[in-house]
Each structure stands twice: as C-alpha cells, then as structure tokens.
C-alpha cells in the first residue's frame, strides 16, 4: 500500500511542481462545518512551517468515474512542535496522510482515544471524518498529505 502511495506521489510530482502559496492546510467550508457539529478541538491551524505543493494531476479523463474539475493533488506540511492543524469535517475531499518524520497526535471522530502517528504511519481521510492534530513532541512533523480537491 505505501509503495503505491509513492508511486502516485512520484507521478504527481513528475507531471507538476508549480507552487501554490495560496494554498491552505484545511478548507473554510471544512472548519465551518467543524464548528456547526460542534466538534471538540481548537478551531484555528497555528504553528504549520510550510505547505509544500509537490503536484497535481487533473482526474478528468483519467477514469470513468472521474470527478469533472478535480485534481489528485500531494503536498507536504511541516508542522513545527506544538502546532496545531484545527478541527475540520471532510466532505467530499478523501485523503491519505503518511507521517515522513515525527510524531503527531491524531483526534478522530472514528476513535475513542487520540491516536499517535509515527514516521512510517498512515491516516485515511473520508467523508463524514472530523479530526484534528496537534504535535505535542519537541520535534518537527513532516507529512505528505495525497487529497482529491476541486481544480483552483
């Protein structure tokens, strides 16, 4: 599974490297609707270095059941210790986080305690998820994050 996960990482980045500085960590809508759930946890992202957009490919065409106007898009965010990436629902936008370096505390909404993600781990993101992740180690967290968005 995570060879497949590099493979297409290795793809994306082949195809596209542009930045994109207006990128943000999690969506507004996402926030919003944290917050009309009335999920627990912080509300705000604070203490995340950079979000790297290592590329993107356009899903229209590539499959029959290929969203119109979305791309399969990674990047990589580098959390500093004690950041924080706030409470959000995903809806619509299923991603995969595969923890590079460090470690980070994970609160999902399919869990009954925090989860601690390592290097090496992975974390599936599906519509209906509220989470949220803090890095409560000394350590900076780097994370590659694979996510299907609509095209900017």
Same mark, same amino acid.
Do not use: K
């Given at each position: 599974? %995570?060879? =497949?996960?590099?493979?297409? /990482? +290795?793809?994306? @980045?082949a195809?596209?490297?542009?930045?994109?500085?207006?990128? %943000?960590?999690?969506?507004?809508?996402?926030?919003?609707? +944290? %917050?009309?759930? @009335?999920?627990? !946890? #912080? *509300? &705000?992202?604070?203490?995340? &270095?950079?979000? $790297?957009?290592?590329?993107?490919? +356009?899903?229209?065409? &590539?499959?029959?059941?290929a969203?119109?106007?979305?791309? =399969?898009? +990674?990047?990589? =965010?580098?959390?500093?210790?004690?950041?924080?990436? !706030?409470? $959000?629902?995903?809806?619509?936008?299923?991603?995969?986080?595969?923890? /590079?370096? !460090? &470690?980070?505390?994970? $609160?999902?909404?399919?869990?009954?305690a925090?989860?601690?993600?390592?290097?090496?781990?992975? *974390?599936?993101?599906?519509?209906? =998820?509220? $989470?949220?992740?803090?890095?409560? *180690?000394?350590?900076?967290?780097? @994370? /590659?994050?694979?996510?299907?968005?609509?095209? #900017?």
């Amino acid at each position: 599974m %995570q060879r =497949l996960l590099l493979c297409m /990482l +290795a793809y994306a @980045a082949a195809i596209t490297a542009s930045a994109h500085p207006e990128l %943000q960590v999690v969506p507004e809508a996402e926030r919003e609707r +944290a %917050q009309e759930l @009335a999920a627990e !946890g #912080p *509300s &705000e992202t604070v203490g995340v &270095e950079a979000i $790297h957009d290592l590329g993107r490919i +356009a899903l229209t065409g &590539e499959f029959a059941a290929a969203p119109d106007g979305h791309v =399969l898009r +990674a990047r990589e =965010l580098v959390i500093n210790p004690g950041g924080i990436v !706030g409470v $959000h629902a995903h809806t619509g936008r299923p991603g995969v986080a595969y923890i /590079l370096e !460090g &470690e980070i505390v994970e $609160h999902r909404s399919d869990e009954d305690a925090p989860v601690l993600r390592r290097a090496g781990d992975t *974390s599936f993101e599906y519509t209906g =998820l509220l $989470h949220w992740w803090h890095n409560e *180690s000394d350590a900076t967290v780097r @994370a /590659l994050v694979v996510d299907i968005v609509p095209e #900017p």
